[in-house]
T-cell receptor
Framework: KNEVEQSPQNLTAQEGEFITINCSYS?????LHWLQQHPGGGIVSLFM???GKKKHGRLIATINIQEKHSSLHITASHPRDSAVYIC?????????????FGQGTTLQVKP | NAGVMQNPRHLVRRRGQEARLRCSPM?????VYWYRQLPEEGLKFMVY????????ESGMPKERFSAEFPKEGPSILRIQQVVRGDSAAYFC???????????FGQGTRLTVV
């Protein structure tokens, strides 16, 4: 079993829909990252969370440390949001800052 | 302030050749991480370096792979005698400290023919 699990693996939505991507982890963490990767493109850091909730534009990320769960929400989705969204965690026991990644969620938003 | 710069963006090597991938961290960042993304797989940690020191290389293959981050200049990931299985996207990330946000480069896509 992977230490970081994302669901769903694939998601298709219509433009304007509210989207939720989930991330569960089985280890103690000091921080959780949400990343975005467009096909053939680089990786963009969307959020780094250690507690609570963060919002940036149409994106909202939440984390529940007790339940070891985080969600990424996209409001009023747009075709340009189509990308792979990756959850990554930094282990609490690690003093190196390296990240462990989920498999990613491939999102396609149709016009 | 330029982001993390990786070059080349695309690299084609024949089997047996050497591949050198470069990463210039963001200004003020002294922590560099290399990650590999094999086709249809997730990202995996390879190595973590600070200036002139390898801190954690637990994700590096035992042979043919090496990394450095000299006092001056970019971090280099070197793959000797490349094989087809080395074909992947290699991403570099940098941060100011171990517990601060890491920023990623555009990646180098290595194809071994």
């Amino acid at each position: 079993k992977n230490e970081v699990e994302q669901s769903p693996q694939n998601l298709t939505a219509q433009e304007g829909e509210f989207i939720t991507i989930n991330c569960s982890y089985s280890v103690g963490i000091s921080a959780l990252h949400w990343l975005q990767q467009h096909p053939g493109g680089g990786i963009v850091s969307l959020f780094m969370l250690s507690s609570g909730k963060k919002k940036h534009g149409r994106l909202i990320a939440t984390i529940n440390i007790q339940e070891k769960h985080s969600s990424l929400h996209i409001t009023a989705s747009h075709p340009r949001d189509s990308a792979v969204y990756i959850c990554a965690v930094r282990l609490k026991v690690s003093n190196t800052g390296k990240l462990i990644f989920g498999q990613g969620t491939t999102l396609q938003v149709k016009p | 302030n330029a982001g993390v710069m990786q070059n080349p963006r695309h690299l084609v090597r024949r089997r047996g050749q050497e591949a050198r991938l470069r990463c210039s961290p963001m200004k003020g960042h002294s922590h560099v991480y290399w990650y590999r993304q094999l086709p249809e797989e997730g990202l995996k940690f390879m190595v973590y370096l600070q200036k002139e020191n390898i801190i954690d290389e637990s994700g590096m293959p035992k042979e043919r792979f090496s990394a450095e981050f000299p006092k001056e200049g970019p971090s280099i990931l070197r793959i000797q005698q490349v094989v087809r299985g080395d074909s992947a996207a290699y991403f570099c990330a940098s941060s100011q400290q171990t517990n601060t946000e890491a920023f990623f480069g555009q990646g180098t896509r290595l194809t071994v023919v």
